[in-house]
């Protein structure tokens, strides 16, 4: 049992925390280090409270009471699937993660990662994802990489997206909250469409929620077809 | 302009920052504070950084460099609208906040905030519903007092939602991700429906997601009718 702040495993824990370097990542709580090895995920380190480490001593950005807290090695995914979603300049990892549980749920391909996303092992954004991140690694790419079906999603732009007819493998792609995305993506995607709203509603829908209906809405689609 | 720290608004909106009392909140920076203007919300307070009070002072949940901070007494309204939803036990003032959002895009009535749900005035609340909370306060009620069609939404039960024949209004319902919503509403709920995620896919969607998804595809339903 390890009773010294000055452990090096707690070290490395408190300095993860605050930056993450060398390719590691903290998950915190049973549910996440649960997933991970549902998912056959080894962790670098995974001490336990009460068993591994005295519970007062294990850092935690969730406060005391934390009991497990694992630290793993990133993995990235190939783009791929019949379905799926790019983001592009999405700074808030709590959307991040979140999408990538949504796309996890209702897409077959990893969420892609444009440039200007928020880290998706950062400690919110593996917290959002439910452990969705171990079954469903993110994918880095460029739009102008991207395979299959680009469907550039803005609002108030292109036609309604249940009128792009169905065509597979597909890649919806979302820009961040405000900026949208950037102007070559929209000029070179095969499809512009937006989510319809009502007329009185707000300026824009959360981009996560965004991301959750185009994936609903194509995932209805193809079980029609 | 308001030089010393003691001033009592000053005073008061840091009291609000901390808890809530009295039937006020805080809005903090220019779009929630044009927001409530536009919606015609007369402020209790409202202090300008640089014009009112002295930069320093101003005080914020967001750190430095907010710009406006205004005071505003809330406001609930009646549930209603051939649309909507009914939320038990969600305490995640983040979540609340996206799904005030999420039904001023795509429902015209309120949220409905059942037992055991986070305070929607919260700061963290007013900031994620993006001002939507000034152009659609949230309603309270109990799930045994709703009116209309219930639609109780729950992972792997009841039938697809898209299998619920239309029936306006509908009052779409959701628990906790965990707890989900207790028996007495599942028991007397019009229809049991759940929204399709993948075999594969994550235990559960997030209930921000679930919400949106939801609202979307009634939308859809009624767009089509």
Redesign the interface.
């Known amino acids: 049992m390890i009773t010294s702040r000055d452990n090096q495993q707690l070290k490395t824990i408190r300095k993860l925390l605050q930056k993450r370097r060398d390719g590691l990542f903290v998950a915190e709580g049973e549910d996440l280090v649960d997933a991970a090895a549902a998912n056959g995920w080894t962790p670098e380190i995974l001490l336990r409270s009460g068993v591994d480490v005295e519970p007062d001593l294990l850092p935690s950005s969730l406060g005391s009471g934390t009991r497990v807290v694992g630290v793993y090695r990133e993995r990235w995914s190939q783009p791929g699937g019949d379905l799926s979603v790019y983001l592009h300049g999405v700074r808030d990892p709590?959307n991040i993660g979140?999408i990538i549980?949504?796309a996890?749920?209702?897409?077959?391909g990893p969420l892609i990662l444009g440039p200007g996303c928020a880290d998706p092992y950062g400690p919110k954004a593996v917290r959002?994802s439910?452990?969705?991140i171990f079954?469903r690694p993110p994918a880095r790419a460029d739009f102008g990489d991207l395979k299959g079906t680009t469907i550039a999603l803005e609002k108030d732009a292109g036609v309604p997206l249940?009128d792009v007819a169905l065509s597979p493998p597909e890649v919806l792609c979302l820009g961040a909250e405000r900026a949208g995305l950037p102007t070559a993506a929209l000029r070179t995607a095969d499809f512009r469409a937006h989510?319809?709203?009502?007329q009185?509603?707000?300026?824009s829908?959360?981009v996560?929620?965004a991301a959750?209906?185009a994936l609903?809405?194509r995932?209805?689609m193809a079980?029609r077809a």
Chains 1, 2 share one sequence.
């Open positions: 709590g979140t549980r949504s996890h749920a209702l897409a077959d959002a439910m452990g969705s079954a249940d989510i319809p709203v009502r009185d509603g707000p300026d829908l959360n996560g929620m959750a209906i609903y809405a995932n209805r079980a």
